[in-house]
């Protein structure tokens, strides 16, 4: 694998260098101001990227797994109802973690390359006249699958059946990258990491946690200690963390903030939308499909490409990466070795996902794919040459 390429897995992503040269510092005492003048800009930051204000911001030393843990243990009970729908490998592993925790869950299930079940949500949450359900969740953007799901549509199912479930979403693909409004979506536990769309390291368990999770937390008997929120949020109105936190991912994360803001979030989002439809443009020239079942649920930050009967998606990643030294991400559970995986997020420009177009095409062509030579590549560059980018390129230089 080669340190200078690009990835192109959908996480972690690529560090822009800046962002590596800002968390390159010594050791500071995290218990002077020092460390407060670090974690408050950054917990802001984060509720200005998750749109909210009536909630609270709080990052864990962790990833996004711990996230989600962090979010059911401080709000649910042992043998609470929960549903989840299940259609790719991450909206399945976090139905295995509440199953672990003693959740009694109500599996809607959906065909990988579909996007959340709302007609089963609605009808769960309706016949439950009892309120027995206390959680919702869904998967705003399933990475197995490059799906993206309707998270405003979930939150007007619940509001249909008057349900008082607290909404839970996972978001650690699509924020900071697509569109995520906490409050307007009335989502009360958002999900995030640091690997992915904050270009960070991984290490980072980001979550917005709305005043009715806050609420929640006062009953909920499910055990917690390290991701307790109540220590977090007492210590964090210190200044201070309950333990040693790790300072050099919350100044990045207080940097990558100004830098996607710099660049303007609208504009970050944008051209997440246009790497992705460059990679699909290249997808549809190549004459093969997406695991996505319909447009409305492209995702904008990593594309799962089917391949053709008698191919192997693994092949692709392995070859890849052996001969051009270049990461894609492979088939995950259900859909493993049917297709592989092209992750467009982070800190990517044109540039760089034609690179990243071009060793997927040369890929293929030397493992005897039915595809035509820099047909795939040529969609792409059309697409970007036609469709410039509105602002700047992240990161350009000043004139
Ligand atoms: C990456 C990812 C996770 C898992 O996050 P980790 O940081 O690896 O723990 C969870 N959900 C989704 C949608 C992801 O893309």
Redesign the pocket.
Known sequence: MSMQNPVFI??PTNIPDELRRVIDFGTIDHRSSVFDEMLAPAIAGVKRILKTTDGEALVFP???????EAAISNTLSPGDKVLVGCWGM?SH??IDMCERHGLNVIVAEANWGDGVPLNAYAAALEGDTGHAIKAVLA??????TGVKSDISAVRAVMNKAKHPALLMV?????IASMDFRMDEWGVDLA?A?S??GFMLP?GL?ILGISQKAIAAMETAKLPRTFFDFRDMLTANGNGSFPYTPPVQLIRGLDHAIAMLESEGLDAVFARHARLAQGVREAVNAWCLKLCATSPDLYSDTVSAVLVPDGFDGTKVVTHAAEKYGVAFGVGLGEVSGKLFRIGHLGMLTDVMMCAGLSTAEMTMLDLGFPIKAGSGVTAAQEYYRNNPVATAQPMDKAA
Do not use: C, L
């Not at 962790?62 to 989600?68: D, F, L, N, R, V």
């Not at 998967?139 to 197995?144: S, V």
């Not at 996972?170 to 699509?174: N, R």
């Open positions: 959908p996480g962790s990833t996004g797994t711990g996230a989600w991450f592993r976090w998967t705003h953007n399933e990475t197995a996972d978001g650690v693909s699509s999900i990491g690997q992915k991984p368990a």
